[in-house]
């Protein structure tokens, strides 16, 4: 039984589906492109706005002011969520990743060398990230999840929304101009992504990176099998495209990302993976004979240790010819010249066998990374699904990579002394797989994750398990993995990381003149928010100074003044009261390239202006600075 509607019929939206039966390209998120229809209408060419090749929604611009407009935010440190505060190079950050970028622009500015994420994928489903400017809170319903007391960040994006692609686009946009700025001239940016978004991810790509820095689009093969839901074709690979922000400066690390392919090269030197292969021309029957091509027989004589070989008669120096174990006489590969050429190239080796010395030629692995990735080790449900599973032990994560994808893209793209930055960090695969591989090879690569504390669902497993939000589930499993990762290596490595909050600044917002009144003028006096600590103050410090939230921090007690030094001398700050030019005579000995204290803190006017002569006198290439 279907129910009565007591309404008019909306002949609006009637004509305008009518439209999109005949014209399809007409109809845009529920729109008519008058224009186009007029076209579509006539066979001679229409008069109207000029066009260009490009990508336009609803909301571009707004998106490009955005990602240049300043933001009052900043990030608080959280030392009882963190893991080796102290030590660790490695960074956790609660919040809303365009935020989190936003405030760490300065700090990062052209510092990370890859960027990898796994946005959301605009199934109609998916929970994005609601821009301030593009929706009103009354146009739809299906707002959920508020994850803070500044109220609702994320929304589900179903395909209802009238602005279904426009809104995943400003989202995505925004964000992408911002972390274009953190990547290094020979830095890159992978994508991952379905097919529901492909193109206008590519078209954002291309317009940010520009479309002759797209390196590539991988398909990978994550679920063999096809989703068994679908109605037309069962999904079964996604998508990764790469950017450079410079594809001159990039250059791929040569590894051998197929398992089968290790064992075909097993060895290595610095100009990659190779194989040996007798120098003794073994093919070509009679025409490799000696007998047939004499100009190919002639000496290579090698030292005593295998370690040197030349064409040039020396003393004590082995003198092999190309004869078979068999005894038949051949001939080498090359010409007397090319050998030489060869052999001052490195690529012949000798090696000593059954009593005899034989010669060898390098042939090394021709390193193309192909655009499908098949191995089973990218299957998302047993390295990724499972592997999260058992390692939370629950059911915590839908669709996390795979470890092993993650590792490669890491092998493939860095080096071990890189930072990688992942905004979606979900699950925190990155984080897993920068430890990993740092762990097999000794590496020093450094991780930033940005994950936004969307409400777990309290019917969930998650939920069951104790975790609240996803955050929760990825701080937690880098510390789970890290566990394990220690179990099975001995190598001193960093695991921990710094965790932060993306927060309200530490300082009040200057009131006008007009606003202060007799009853909150002495809130005027102290501009430091009551809820803010000392720690609180550094970083945000440390954040607008463009330093990096990893450098390390000592705390101090001068003139009985608590002082903090970051990165030695780098930046020493004291937020105590009372402060005169007697702790300046001290700090200046340390001879600081920044010191930065309360504008508050000082005994008087005339201990303010004492204060900086002394730093004058002592150490006149610091900067001071107050807050």
């Given at each position: 039984m279907q129910k009565l509607k007591l309404n008019t019929k909306n002949l609006v939206d009637e004509n305008i589906q009518k439209l999109a039966d005949i014209f399809p390209n007409v109809v845009k998120e529920g729109k008519v492109d008058f224009e186009l229809l007029k076209q579509m209408l006539s066979d001679v060419l229409i008069d109207g706005c000029k066009e260009r090749y490009g990508l336009n929604w609803v909301g571009k611009r707004e998106s490009i002011l955005k990602a240049n407009t300043p933001i009052n935010k900043t990030l608080r440190p959280i030392k009882e969520k963190s893991v080796d505060f102290e030590n660790t190079k490695n960074v956790y950050i609660e919040g809303d990743n365009f935020e989190a970028l936003k405030i760490i622009q300065e700090s990062y500015l052209t510092k990370i060398k890859m960027i990898y994420i796994d946005p959301p994928y605009n199934t109609g489903t998916a929970m994005i990230y609601k821009n301030d400017y593009s929706i009103s809170e009354d146009e739809y319903q299906n707002e959920i999840n508020a994850v803070d007391e500044e109220g609702v960040k994320l929304f589900k994006n179903t395909d209802s929304n009238g602005r279904f692609h426009s809104d995943w686009l400003n989202m995505m946009y925004e964000r992408l101009l911002v972390a274009r700025d953190l990547l290094?001239?020979?830095?890159?940016?992978?994508?991952?992504?379905?097919?529901?978004?492909?193109?206008?991810?590519?078209?954002?790509?291309?317009?940010?990176?520009?479309?002759?820095?797209?390196?590539?689009?991988?398909?990978?093969?994550h679920k063999p099998e096809g989703r068994n839901q679908a109605k037309f074709f069962g999904t079964s690979n996604e998508y990764m495209i790469f950017y450079a922000k410079n594809k001159d400066n990039i250059n791929f690390n040569q590894v051998i990302l197929d398992e089968n392919l290790k064992n075909e090269y097993p060895y290595t030197d610095e100009k990659g993976n190779y194989k040996l292969k007798n120098f003794i021309r073994l093919s070509d029957g009679k025409y490799s004979l000696r007998v047939n091509k004499p100009d190919f027989w002639y000496p290579i004589f090698v030292s005593p240790d295998l370690q040197e070989l030349t064409l040039e008669e020396k003393h004590n120096y082995f003198k092999i010819y190309p004869i078979t174990d068999s005894g038949q006489e051949r001939t080498w590969k090359t010409t007397p010249?090319?050998?030489?050429?060869?052999?001052?190239?490195?690529?012949?080796?000798?090696?000593?066998?059954?009593?005899?010395?034989?010669?060898?030629?390098?042939?090394?692995?021709?390193?193309?990374?192909?655009?499908?990735?098949?191995?089973?080790?990218?299957?998302?449900?047993?390295?990724?699904?499972?592997?999260?599973?058992?390692?939370?032990?629950?059911?915590?994560?839908?669709?996390?990579?795979?470890?092993?994808?993650?590792?490669?893209?890491?092998?493939?793209?860095?080096?071990?002394?890189?930072?990688?930055?992942?905004?979606?960090?979900?699950?925190?695969?990155?984080?897993?797989?920068?430890?990993?591989?740092?762990?097999?090879?000794?590496?020093?690569?450094?991780?930033?994750?940005?994950?936004?504390?969307?409400?777990?669902?309290?019917?969930?497993e998650a939920y069951k398990a104790g975790f609240r939000t996803i955050a929760e589930i990825g701080r937690e499993r880098i510390i789970r993995a890290a566990e394990k990762i220690k179990s099975q290596y001995t190598n001193p490595l960093d695991f921990g990381f710094r965790y932060f909050k993306v927060d309200t600044s530490n300082f009040k917002e200057a009131k006008d003149?007009?606003?202060?009144?007799?009853?909150?003028?002495?809130?005027?006096?102290?501009?430091?928010?009551?809820?803010?600590?000392?720690?609180?103050?550094?970083?945000?410090?440390?954040?607008?100074?463009?330093?990096?939230?990893?450098?390390?921090?000592?705390?101090?007690?001068?003139?009985?003044?608590?002082?903090?030094?970051?990165?030695?001398?780098?930046?020493i700050a004291c937020f105590?009261?009372?402060?005169?030019?007697?702790?300046?005579?001290?700090?200046?000995?340390?001879?600081?390239?920044?010191?930065?204290?309360?504008?508050?803190?000082?005994?008087?006017?005339?201990?303010?202006?004492?204060?900086?002569?002394?730093?004058?006198?002592?150490?006149?290439?610091?900067?001071?600075?107050?807050?």
């Open positions: 290094r001239e020979d830095g890159l940016m992978i994508m991952a992504i379905d097919h529901n978004e492909l193109h206008n991810l590519i078209h954002l790509g291309d317009e940010v990176f520009g479309e002759t820095n797209r390196l590539g689009i991988i398909s990978v093969v010249q090319t050998t030489q050429e060869r052999i001052k190239n490195k690529l012949l080796v000798a090696k000593k066998e059954n009593n005899s010395i034989k010669i060898y030629e390098k042939l090394y692995e021709n390193q193309v990374i192909k655009t499908h990735w098949i191995d089973k080790k990218y299957h998302g449900y047993h390295y990724g699904t499972k592997l999260v599973d058992n390692l939370l032990g629950a059911k915590t994560f839908d669709f996390p990579k795979s470890l092993y994808l993650i590792i490669d893209i890491l092998k493939l793209t860095t080096s071990q002394n890189d930072i990688i930055l992942d905004f979606f960090s979900g699950s925190a695969t990155t984080a897993h797989a920068v430890m990993e591989l740092n762990a097999e090879d000794g590496g020093n690569r450094q991780f930033i994750m940005v994950q936004i504390p969307e409400i777990v669902d309290e019917k969930s003149i007009s606003e202060i009144t007799q009853e909150n003028l002495f809130e005027t006096i102290e501009n430091i928010k009551p809820d803010r600590n000392d720690l609180d103050l550094l970083f945000e410090v440390i954040l607008n100074l463009g330093l990096e939230l990893t450098l390390k921090i000592e705390t101090k007690e001068i003139l009985d003044k608590k002082v903090y030094f970051v990165e030695q001398n780098s930046l105590d009261d009372n402060i005169d030019d007697t702790l300046a005579k001290e700090l200046a000995t340390y001879e600081p390239l920044k010191v930065v204290l309360k504008d508050s803190s000082f005994k008087s006017d005339s201990d303010k202006i004492n204060f900086e002569q002394t730093f004058k006198e002592l150490s006149p290439e610091s900067d001071i600075w107050v807050v």
